[in-house]
């Protein structure tokens, strides 16, 4: 498959880093890992993805900034371009010998994602989506689920766990939600729930609580193969609110609303 310029340098370096963990996963009871804070652990793999990635970007696009979740923010002599990379998603399945986690590489050009790479080495998954090019996984295009019933629809979500998420506020929405789907599912890498929405293997999705570095990717991918997505008022503000609700326009409409629905006394 014939892909652009960009794209190229983005699969590479996400392949490269993907290529590492998938090595270090092989060995992830020899890891050394360090407390970033409860459940949330940063291993040394994590920290080498990055910097694979770093390099390669650095080197192929000298000049743009980088949000990465190790490293923060670095800003560039280009302002107009930011990579938002996570080089790890889904660390606590990668800790535990569960095969799902990602390398999530996006670019943003001034304040717009332009293009998105979630790769899965355990799989050998690589979705790409580049503004106005579609989504692909592999060389096959990708396209959201069609179902515009919410009982039919199997939906992803993330669950708070210790230390992390408003625990109260989930509850509510998982009471709102389960009722009226045919399944829920919790798969532990944000980056690859919205590219699973993407290939229309979910049918919807959402999670609060997230970093851009989680999402950027995987937005463009459900953007790129037909589907919607916005935070929990509707808004554009995911990068910044780490909120998210995604599907195909039906279903993004009516899980907005049910994820959304006050609590009756
Ligand atoms: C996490 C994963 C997970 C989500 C968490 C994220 P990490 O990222 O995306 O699915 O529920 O909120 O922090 O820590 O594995 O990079
Ligand atoms: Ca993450
Ligand atoms: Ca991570």
Redesign the pocket.
Same mark, same amino acid.
């Given at each position: 498959m014939a892909r652009s310029a960009l794209l190229n340098v983005m699969v590479q370096a996400a392949m490269k880093a993907g290529r590492s963990l998938s090595r270090d996963f092989g060995e992830v009871q020899n890891l050394q890992v360090s407390m970033k804070g409860p459940g &949330?652990?940063?291993s040394q793999a $994590?920290r080498k993805a990055e910097d694979i990635i770093f390099a390669e970007l650095s080197r192929a696009r000298p000049g743009y900034g980088f949000l990465m /979740?190790e490293r923060g923010a670095v800003s560039g002599d280009d302002d107009q371009h930011r990579w938002i990379v $996570? +080089? %790890? &998603?889904? #660390? #606590?399945?990668?800790l535990h010998g569960i095969p799902l986690?990602s390398v999530s590489v996006a670019l943003e050009r001034q304040g717009q994602i332009v293009a998105g790479v979630v790769y899965n080495p355990a799989m050998d998954e690589l979705y790409t989506a580049e503004r106005g090019g579609g989504a692909f996984v592999n060389d096959r295009r990708l396209r959201v689920a069609a179902r515009t019933k919410l009982t039919d629809t199997v939906i992803g979500c993330?669950? +708070?766990?210790l230390g =992390? !998420?408003h625990h109260g506020n989930f509850l509510i929405e998982l009471r709102n939600v389960m009722g009226e789907v045919s399944g829920i599912r =919790?798969?532990?890498? @944000? @980056? %690859? $729930?919205l590219a699973y929405v993407a290939a229309g293997r979910m049918d919807g999705f959402w /999670?609060t !609580? %997230?970093?851009a570095? $989680?999402i950027a990717a995987g937005i463009l991918l459900i953007r790129e193969a037909g589907g919607f997505v916005s935070d929990v008022g509707g808004g554009q503000t995911m990068l910044e609110s780490?909120a998210v609700v995604a599907g195909n326009e039906a279903i993004h409409r009516a899980l907005l609303k049910t994820v959304t629905k006050p609590l009756k006394a």
């Open positions: &949330d652990y940063v $994590d /979740e $996570d +080089p %790890l &998603d889904g #660390t #606590t399945n990668f986690f993330g669950v +708070p766990h =992390r !998420g =919790r798969m532990g890498s @944000a @980056a %690859l $729930d /999670e !609580g %997230l970093s570095w $989680d780490g």
